[in-house]
């Protein structure tokens, strides 16, 4: 009978305790290899580099820049990774910093925030040219870019 008892116990208690909710979206590792001032895609788009022709293309763009950023290393086509390249205004400070990215579903969400870059005037709010590689490839993923 005491068995029994602590038997209806446990099983009360544990119906009573919430449950862990099962978590549908995972934290990406991804290093930011290149941002400059300038306007390579339309505001607050994004772009999936999917080989190295498209990134070959890109940065033969970015060194052609008048803005003088001199001959950027262009990256080589990794199956293995994914680059990613993004284009976005700050919205209050002067420049962005990409902190995050979340995969939720078949979204990939990257999270930005405006940040004070001494490098830049105060009060301009320049486009950001921001070229993202993620550890691993996500196919057949929508990207949302988001500033804070």
């Given at each position: 009978m005491k068995y029994l008892y602590i038997l209806l116990v446990t099983v009360l208690v544990l119906q009573c305790t919430p449950q862990n909710k099962v978590v549908t979206s995972d934290s990406i590792a991804f290093e930011v290899i290149h941002q400059s001032k300038l306007e390579m895609l339309g505001d607050n788009?994004?772009?999936?580099?999917?080989?190295?022709?498209?990134?070959?293309?890109?940065?033969?763009?970015?060194?052609?820049?008048?803005?003088?950023?001199?001959?950027?290393?262009?990256?080589?086509?990794?199956?293995?990774?994914?680059?990613?390249?993004?284009?976005?205004?700050?919205?209050?400070?002067?420049?962005?910093?990409?902190?995050?990215?979340?995969?939720?579903?078949?979204?990939?969400?990257?999270?930005g925030e405006d940040v004070e870059n001494p490098q830049l005037k105060p009060e301009s709010r320049w486009k950001s040219a921001i070229i993202i590689k993620l550890s691993g490839v996500y196919h057949n993923q929508t990207i949302n870019f988001n500033v804070k």
């Open positions: 788009t994004s772009r999936i580099l999917n080989n190295q022709q498209e990134i070959d293309y890109l940065y033969q763009f970015l060194n052609a820049s008048p803005k003088g950023y001199g001959q950027i290393p262009i990256p080589v086509y990794d199956a293995n990774e994914m680059l990613i390249a993004i284009n976005a205004t700050p919205k209050t400070k002067n420049d962005i910093k990409v902190v995050s990215i979340v995969k939720s579903g078949d979204k990939l969400n990257i999270i």
